[in-house]
């Protein structure tokens, strides 16, 4: 089956910790991306990436780091520079970064910041 | 940014009514689409306008788009238990941000059995 895998379901973290987020896609989509999701709010864009070793800042990229050496792959991870960083993270997939851009989206990651 | 304003946050209704979710912006869009999510899971696409049409179907769903209002209607008819979950809306605006895609809030959508 096609699709998006994220990886952990669930994520722990101490304050001070980096954590990074997996994302796998076997779609063959060139674009990739990382939204945020707070309760009672919708996403936020985190960075994006349109091809292999090209990313770019979204609207909240603060405390956030991804790579992009593998088109199937798009790890994000969470420095201890966030903030507030437990939230819903997502990542999403499209075929290329143009008109009509229709998005695959992910399960899901759940961190929690202890 | 948030570009997208839905209403209403939460919507209660029983199986068989309809449901109507509205969902408002504030720049020139190239489309407008539907995403539902249900509880702690990925969001999946419904159905894609394009700023140039004004009525689109696809199987119970049926969008309306209004530029001169900046604003779009997502019904559901003969809604169902199953149908229960979040209903975001989101733009792809033109210009710099072309291709990305900014969400609405979301509506939260109940259907008692």
């Known amino acids: 089956d096609g699709g998006i895998t994220q990886s952990p379901k669930y994520l722990f973290r101490k304050e001070g910790q980096n954590v990074t987020l997996s994302c796998e896609q076997n779609?063959?989509?060139?674009?990739m991306y990382w939204y945020r999701q707070d309760p009672g709010q919708g996403l936020r864009l985190i960075y994006y990436?349109?091809?292999?070793?090209?990313?770019q800042k979204g609207d909240i990229a603060e405390g956030y780091s991804v790579s992009r050496e593998k088109k199937e792959s798009f790890p994000l991870t969470v420095t201890s520079a966030q903030k507030n960083p437990t939230a819903f993270y997502l990542c999403?997939?499209?075929?290329?970064?143009?008109?009509?851009?229709?998005?695959?989206f992910g399960a899901g990651s759940r961190l929690t910041v202890l | 940014s948030q570009q997208g304003e839905e209403d209403p946050q939460a919507l209660s209704i029983q199986e068989g009514e309809n449901a109507t979710m509205n969902c408002s912006y504030k720049?020139?869009?190239?489309?407008l689409q539907w995403y539902r999510q249900n509880s702690g899971r990925g969001l999946v696409h419904l159905i894609l306008?394009?700023?140039?049409?004004r009525e689109k179907h696809s199987g119970r769903l049926r969008v309306t788009l209004d530029t001169s209002k900046k604003s779009s209607s997502l019904l559901i008819t003969a809604s169902r238990a199953a149908d229960t979950a979040s209903y975001f809306c989101?733009?792809?605006?033109?210009?710099?941000?072309?291709?990305?895609?900014?969400f609405g809030q979301g509506t939260i959508l109940t259907v008692h059995p």
């Open positions: 990436s349109q091809i292999v070793n090209d990313f």
């Open positions: 999403a997939s499209s075929p290329s970064l143009s008109g009509a851009n229709v998005l695959t």
């Open positions: 720049t020139s869009i190239n489309n």
């Open positions: 989101a733009t792809e605006d033109g210009g710099t941000s072309y291709g990305k895609l900014t």
């Open positions: 779609l063959n989509h060139d674009a």
């Open positions: 306008i394009r700023s140039n049409e």
